[in-house]
Nanobody
Framework: QVQLVESGGGLVQAGGSLRLSCAAS????????MAWYRQAPGKQRELVAA???????NYQDSVKGRFTISRDNAKNTVDLQMNSLKPEDTAVYYC???????????????WGQGTQVTVSS
């Protein structure tokens, strides 16, 4: 029901900035909690930043003060502004949409295809 497409990844030098965007298609975007995850080779996928339907945000400690997540419900988009990038930020970044199931317990999750971010030394 929801399709997610990430964009904005690329190659940057350490200390540089990138802005990732996730465009969602489908209904009910404003009811979903949105998040950015990342996965580096050989590592588990990890939560980078999340924003609830009400606008509350949460960040992984390693990106606090450097990354900012935001959403625009009118445009059905969620962005991740990444500043002061470090080589350890190198990963594939995935957009995620999540909500509780309407009639039973559990969650509905949607994932984008991912966008590569590479930070050189």
């Amino acid at each position: 029901q929801v399709q997610l497409v990430e964009s904005g990844g690329g190659l940057v030098q350490a200390g540089g900035s990138l802005r990732l965007s996730c465009a969602a298609s489908g209904s009910g975007f404003s009811t979903y909690a949105m998040a950015w995850y990342r996965q580096a080779p050989g590592k588990q996928r990890e939560l980078v930043a999340a924003i609830t339907s009400g606008g509350s945000t949460n960040y992984q400690d390693s990106v606090k003060g450097r990354f900012t997540i935001s959403r625009d419900n009118a445009k059905n988009t969620v962005d991740l502004q990444m500043n002061s990038l470090k080589p350890e930020d190198t990963a594939v970044y995935y957009c995620n949409a999540r909500r509780a199931r309407r009639f039973i317990s559990g969650e509905v999750n949607y994932w984008g295809q991912g966008t590569q971010v590479t930070v050189s030394s």
